[in-house]
Every structure is written in structure tokens, then in C-alpha cells.
């Protein structure tokens, strides 16, 4: 069979023109008098153009614990604007990620620091101008546990809540507007869905930032925790991305170490407080008693018992007879007058 030969540009038939959309009938054609914005319907969410690229990378250094590790991914997964590297050396600084993050093309970083394999620390940055906060993390909770009833669409959008100190306080306006850059989902994004079905808060109490995320129930408005949930000691703020001059120190925070020392210290003076009391109760056995000197008042109103003439017996008494018992005298005469009817 012979090939077809493809026809020239000369050759080719014109092409048909597309059809319209047909014009919808205006309202003076169809005769009603209603205005046209009852009819419209509006664009769906996903026309609209995605304007707010923050992109936040969310890794770890080496040497974290599977707890560490389980509050990471479930942070990955209610930020569906975050990414994800591989965890960095321990021996590399701390501006090396400044680096990461633009490889990454990442404007903000959440870095997890583990230290002595029970210390986390967290680090806030937005890179590579600054400013960054480090905190200490605190009793954390993660998704998987029991405890956390709740569930939310994955990839919906959050609400930010705030304590009312955030607006009083210069440090705390600096990390409320940080928290509002990281957490919350840009609006518009590829990954993000057009739902607010779930209330991220910030609490400040004890002088600790408590991090909470609930659900909010259609029905009633109520809220029911889904987790993660931690508590951020703040420890200093920086002008820079991870270093550069301190903007604050939190006077009131304590290092783990000091804290495990000032325990292990309390241990031991309560058991040097036993041993010296056991040691105060030898010496008092060991002491021998004091006797109390003689009351010469004892004596007072006692009365002295009448005494006795003494009488001396010079004759030897008289024996007394002896008597007989007289069943034993019967028992031998019966025993006796058997022996004699028997030898008979």
C-alpha cells in the first residue's frame, strides 16, 4: 500500500472558524426587569491568582528522637506550603541554612536542633534577612496520640488565634507577626484547600508560649483539640537569620542543664537531712542518762511507820507432835491382811 502524501500549506483546506460561546440574552430581550447580578455565579476559588509565595522549609539536625520526628511531619502536614531537606550534620554552622533555604527557593525556616538526645530546641527565621527567634520546646504532643479527638481536612486553610499580650509587648508583636508569615497557608496556593475548618492559638502563660490546634465543629461551633500540641520557652531573639546582634533575651528562662542540676541538688540535701538526723539520734542513745539531783521537799509529808519492840526468845519452843495420817495407817493394815489371805 502506498504512503499518503502530506499535503502542502498550499493544499491544506482552510481552517473553520471556532465556534462562540453564545451571548447570554440581555435583560430587555427577555423582558425582565430583575438585575443581571442574581443570575451570576461566582468564579470558583481556584481562578483566583496565588499571590503570597512563602514557601517554609521544615527540617531537623541529627540526633533527634521519633518524637521530635512524629511533631516535624505532622507540621509538614497542616502547612501544605512547607518543604522538606534531609537532616543536617551537627558539625555544619548555623547559617549554612540560609543556603538551604535558597536552594530550596524558601523564604521562611522552622529548624529543629536536638541536643544530649533529650534537648529540642526550635529555631523561627525568616531568611536571609532575619529576624529568627530560638525556643525550647516543651511537652509535646503529637497527632497519632489518643487524646486527640478531633480531625481536619487535610491542606485547609487555618485560623490564627492570638493572646491579647501579643499587642502589648514589643518582643511578642515581633514573634506574632512571625507566627502569622510561617503558620498561616497562603491564600490561593496549589496545595492549600478553600476550607477554614481548624484554629491555631497562641497562648502566652507561665512565660511560655502554648501552641494548641483545634477543630471547628459545623453543628455548634465547638471546638475539639486534633494536636500537635507543644509549649515554646523563649529563650533569645536575633536581628539576623540564626545569629547577628540580640534584639531580647527572656530573663526568666533556665537552661535544661541548670534545671537538672538544681533537681539533682534538691535530692541530695534531703538525703543529707536524713542522715543527720540518724546521726543526732545515735548520739542521744549513745549519751548515758543524768540522774535528777534528790528533792529535799519529797520527803516533807511523808509519816514514819510506828516502830516495834524488839522481844528475844530465850527458850527453845516446843515441837509440835507429830500426826499420823489416818488413811495411809488403814491403807497399809488392808494391804497387809491381802498378803495374808493370799499366802493362806
Same mark, same amino acid.
Given at each position: 500500500? @502506498?504512503?499518503?502524501?502530506?499535503?502542502?500549506?498550499?493544499? &491544506?483546506?482552510?481552517?473553520?472558524?471556532?465556534?462562540?460561546?453564545?451571548?447570554?440574552?440581555?435583560? @430587555?430581550?427577555?423582558?425582565?426587569?430583575?438585575?443581571?447580578?442574581?443570575?451570576?455565579?461566582?468564579?470558583?476559588?481556584?481562578?483566583?491568582?496565588?499571590?503570597?509565595?512563602? &514557601?517554609?522549609?521544615?527540617?531537623?539536625?541529627?540526633?533527634?528522637? %521519633?518524637?521530635?520526628?512524629?511533631l516535624m511531619q505532622d507540621?509538614?502536614?497542616?502547612?501544605?506550603?512547607?518543604?522538606?531537606?534531609?537532616?543536617?550534620?551537627?558539625?555544619?554552622?548555623?547559617?549554612?541554612?540560609?543556603?538551604?533555604?535558597?536552594?530550596?527557593?524558601?523564604?521562611?525556616?522552622?529548624?529543629?536542633?536536638?541536643?544530649?538526645?533529650?534537648?529540642?530546641?526550635?529555631?523561627?527565621?525568616?531568611?536571609?534577612?532575619?529576624?529568627?527567634?530560638?525556643?525550647?520546646?516543651?511537652?509535646?504532643?503529637?497527632?497519632?496520640?489518643?487524646?486527640?479527638? !478531633?480531625?481536619?481536612?487535610?491542606?485547609?486553610?487555618?485560623?490564627?488565634?492570638?493572646?491579647?499580650?501579643?499587642?502589648?509587648?514589643?518582643?511578642?508583636?515581633?514573634?506574632?507577626?512571625?507566627?502569622?508569615?510561617?503558620?498561616?497557608?497562603?491564600?490561593?496556593?496549589?496545595?492549600?484547600?478553600?476550607?477554614?475548618?481548624?484554629? %491555631?492559638t497562641f497562648t502566652v502563660?507561665?512565660?511560655?508560649?502554648?501552641?494548641?490546634?483545634?477543630q471547628i465543629i459545623e453543628?455548634?461551633?465547638?471546638?475539639?483539640?486534633?494536636?500537635?500540641?507543644?509549649?515554646?520557652?523563649?529563650?533569645?531573639?536575633?536581628? !539576623?537569620?540564626?545569629? !547577628?546582634?540580640?534584639?531580647?533575651?527572656?530573663?526568666?528562662?533556665?537552661?535544661?542543664?541548670?534545671?537538672?542540676?538544681?533537681?539533682?541538688?534538691?535530692?541530695?540535701?534531703?538525703?543529707?537531712?536524713?542522715?543527720?538526723?540518724?546521726?543526732?539520734?545515735?548520739?542521744? *542513745?549513745?549519751?548515758?542518762?543524768?540522774?535528777?539531783?534528790?528533792?529535799?521537799?519529797?520527803?516533807?509529808?511523808?509519816?514514819?511507820?510506828?516502830?516495834?519492840?524488839?522481844?528475844?526468845?530465850?527458850?527453845?519452843?516446843?515441837?509440835?507432835?507429830?500426826?499420823?495420817? *489416818?488413811?495411809?495407817?488403814?491403807?497399809?493394815?488392808?494391804?497387809?491382811?491381802?498378803?495374808?489371805?493370799?499366802?493362806?
Open positions: 500500500a @502506498a504512503k499518503r502524501k502530506r499535503a502542502g500549506p498550499a493544499e &491544506r483546506p482552510p481552517k473553520r472558524p471556532a465556534k462562540r460561546a453564545k451571548a447570554a440574552p440581555s435583560s @430587555a430581550e427577555t423582558g425582565n426587569t430583575a438585575a443581571p447580578e442574581e443570575y451570576s455565579i461566582p468564579p470558583p476559588v481556584s481562578q483566583g491568582k496565588w499571590k503570597n509565595k512563602e &514557601r517554609v522549609l521544615i527540617f531537623s539536625s541529627r540526633g533527634i528522637n %521519633f518524637r521530635t520526628r512524629h507540621l509538614r502536614t497542616l502547612m501544605p506550603h512547607s518543604k522538606a531537606d534531609t537532616k543536617m550534620d551537627r558539625k555544619d554552622q548555623l547559617f549554612v541554612i540560609n543556603e538551604v533555604c535558597e536552594m530550596k527557593n524558601c523564604n521562611k525556616c522552622i529548624f529543629f536542633e536536638a541536643k544530649k538526645k533529650q534537648d529540642l530546641y526550635m529555631w523561627l527565621s525568616n531568611t536571609p534577612q532575619g529576624p529568627s527567634a530560638k525556643f525550647l520546646v516543651q511537652n509535646v504532643h503529637t497527632l497519632a496520640e489518643l487524646k486527640m479527638t !478531633g480531625n481536619c481536612l487535610r491542606g485547609s486553610r487555618p485560623l490564627l488565634s492570638f493572646d491579647p499580650i501579643f499587642d502589648k509587648e514589643p518582643h511578642y508583636a515581633l514573634l506574632k507577626e512571625l507566627f502569622i508569615q510561617i503558620f498561616s497557608t497562603p491564600q490561593y496556593h496549589p496545595k492549600s484547600q478553600p476550607f477554614v475548618d481548624h484554629v %491555631f502563660t507561665d512565660e511560655r508560649i502554648w501552641f494548641r490546634n483545634y453543628e455548634d461551633a465547638s471546638l475539639v483539640e486534633i494536636g500537635p500540641r507543644f509549649v515554646l520557652n523563649l529563650i533569645k531573639i536575633f536581628q !539576623g537569620s540564626f545569629g !547577628g546582634p540580640t534584639l531580647y533575651e527572656n530573663p526568666h528562662y533556665q537552661s535544661p542543664n541548670m534545671h537538672r542540676r538544681l533537681v539533682r541538688l534538691s535530692v541530695a540535701a534531703k538525703f543529707r537531712e536524713k542522715q543527720h538526723v540518724k546521726e543526732v539520734q545515735k548520739i542521744k *542513745k549513745q549519751e548515758s542518762k543524768v540522774l535528777m539531783k534528790e528533792d529535799p521537799t519529797e520527803v516533807v509529808f511523808e509519816t514514819p511507820a510506828e516502830e516495834k519492840p524488839v522481844a528475844i526468845q530465850l527458850v527453845k519452843p516446843e515441837s509440835k507432835p507429830i500426826v499420823k495420817d *489416818k488413811k495411809k495407817l488403814r491403807k497399809i493394815q488392808r494391804k497387809k491382811q491381802k498378803k495374808l489371805f493370799r499366802t493362806e
